[in-house]
């Protein structure tokens, strides 16, 4: 007979990417190997908690507006980096936003059911096969568990004989009810760099609230936030482990027109909250030093 609380694995190709659908009886994540791009995770009987645009494209070589993006072996503008981490690059001046690796298909390593649970394992060996631009060796690999919660593990192994510095950022779009309503707990008294006023350095009060486009990169954090969505009455908690830096970040109004794959209004339903290892936190391994990073992602009711 059929066991309904048993995982279930589908792969499936939409418009140009094979995506694999995961239906555990806690909830249901949909990821692509492009980027190993988780897309979307839903607990049954809730609203999303990672947001997937409405009009996201699935087309190779473009990274789906969405889900959990990997940002590696640099976040952002190359150019807003450390030093160490812009001297790695060696391909002239054209340097993607936010690395190499979001749009390239990693290698599938695995997928494994541990009871109800479900772990997904992709990797990149840039020994292997080359980034542009970045001739180093590294290991990247992501595991994806899919249990009572969603947990996120991206490992950085030096495989060359010299030091690697990156920086990184899981770059995870999170569902809210509406942007204007929510307010995001656990970084008060961290300082900040306010990305759009001159990269000034300010300092966080009590929790955050929105109110205009929000670009800011909080530094020193602590292990836990929260999401607190009155509306939709939960609180999307995060448990970061291995970063102590993370990008929060909404459009708001005009930025959305200029975005690719995102509806106009697009913006009152998302809020990123990125975990990351960026400016002052950035990572540099020593050879063969593997570091990770655990992003475990958790909706609980008010
Ligand atoms: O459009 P992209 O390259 O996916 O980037 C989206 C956003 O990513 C965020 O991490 C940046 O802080 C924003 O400045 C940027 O607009």
Not at 58 to 79: E, I, N, S, T
Not at 274 to 286: G, H, N, S
Request: aromatic share 8%; with cysteine.
């Amino acid at each position: 007979m059929y066991d309904d609380t048993l995982p279930t694995v589908e792969q499936l190709v939409v418009d140009e990417l094979v995506c694999w659908r995961v239906h555990t009886r806690h909830a249901e994540l949909l990821m692509t190997q492009q980027g190993a791009q988780v897309l979307s995770y839903q607990p049954h009987g809730e609203e999303p908690v990672i947001w997937l645009s409405g009009q996201a494209a699935y087309q190779k070589g473009k990274a789906v507006r969405g889900g959990v993006p990997v940002c590696w072996p640099w976040f952002g503008d190359l150019r807003r980096n450390p030093a160490e981490v812009q001297g790695m690059h060696q391909g002239g001046p054209i340097a993607p936003a936010h690395g190499l690796v979001r749009e390239l298909d990693w290698q599938l390593l695995g997928i494994d059911s541990e009871g109800s649970a479900v772990r997904l394992e992709f990797a990149v060996d840039s020994a292997a096969e080359p980034l542009p631009g970045w001739p180093h060796a590294a290991q990247l690999k992501l595991s994806i568990l899919l249990d009572e919660s969603l947990q996120l593990t991206l490992s950085s192994r030096n495989t060359s004989d010299r030091p690697l510095a990156l920086s990184q950022a899981l770059h995870s779009y999170f569902a809210v009810s509406d942007i204007r309503e929510v307010e995001v707990e656990g970084l008060d008294g961290c300082s900040y760099i306010e990305t759009l006023e001159d990269w000034q350095q300010r300092n966080q009060q009590g929790n955050l609230r929105f109110s205009g486009e929000t670009d800011r990169i909080y530094l020193a954090t602590r292990q836990r936030m929260a999401i607190l969505d009155r509306a939709w009455n939960r609180r999307i908690e995060l448990e970061a482990r291995g970063s102590a830096s993370a990008v929060v970040w909404n459009p708001w109004i005009d930025k959305a027109r200029r975005l690719s794959q995102f509806a106009d209004d697009a913006w009152q339903g998302m809020l990123c909250i990125e975990t990351a290892r960026v400016l002052d936190d950035l990572l540099v391994l020593r050879p063969d030093e593997e570091h990770s990073m655990v992003l475990s992602v958790a909706s609980k009711p008010l």
